[in-house]
């Protein structure tokens, strides 16, 4: 199993920043990207943006083209997302994930391990 633990949520003012952090830990050698989604009650879990294992390749939905910037620490076993220019619709529960060699980039039902969740709340 592979466990992915968030942190780095908040409150925060539209037009600010934050950054969110995804540990990963356990069994990753077969992780081939990690991607961080995000869902409002009632609504479906959507795709945010996505890094290969190494960092080389990224991938982002449309809400976050543009604002955010996804990264990969292989050294500390991290991904992280730069949120810049926040605006309440983007006041959602931040989930990362991992996927395996042969899924498809936003398609969440590819991903393998998810984690608990971080919210973030952007005041107007």
């Known amino acids: 199993q592979v466990q992915l633990v968030e942190s780095g949520g908040g409150l925060v003012q539209a037009g600010g920043s934050l950054k969110l952090s995804c540990q990963a830990s356990?069994?990753?050698?077969?992780?081939?990207?990690l991607g961080w989604f995000r869902q409002v009650p009632g609504k479906e879990r959507d795709f945010v943006a996505a890094v290969t294992w190494g960092g080389e390749g990224t991938s982002y939905g449309d809400s976050a083209k543009g604002r955010f910037t996804i990264s990969r620490d292989v050294i500390k076993n991290t991904v992280s997302l730069q949120m810049n220019n926040l605006k309440p619709e983007d006041t959602a529960i931040y989930y990362c994930?991992?996927?395996?060699?042969?899924?498809?980039?936003?398609?969440?039902?590819?991903?393998?391990?998810w984690g608990q969740g971080t919210q973030v709340t952007v005041s107007s």
């Open positions: 994930a991992s996927q395996g060699r042969g899924g498809i980039v936003d398609d969440l039902r590819t991903y393998d391990y």
């Open positions: 356990g069994r990753t050698f077969s992780t081939y990207k």
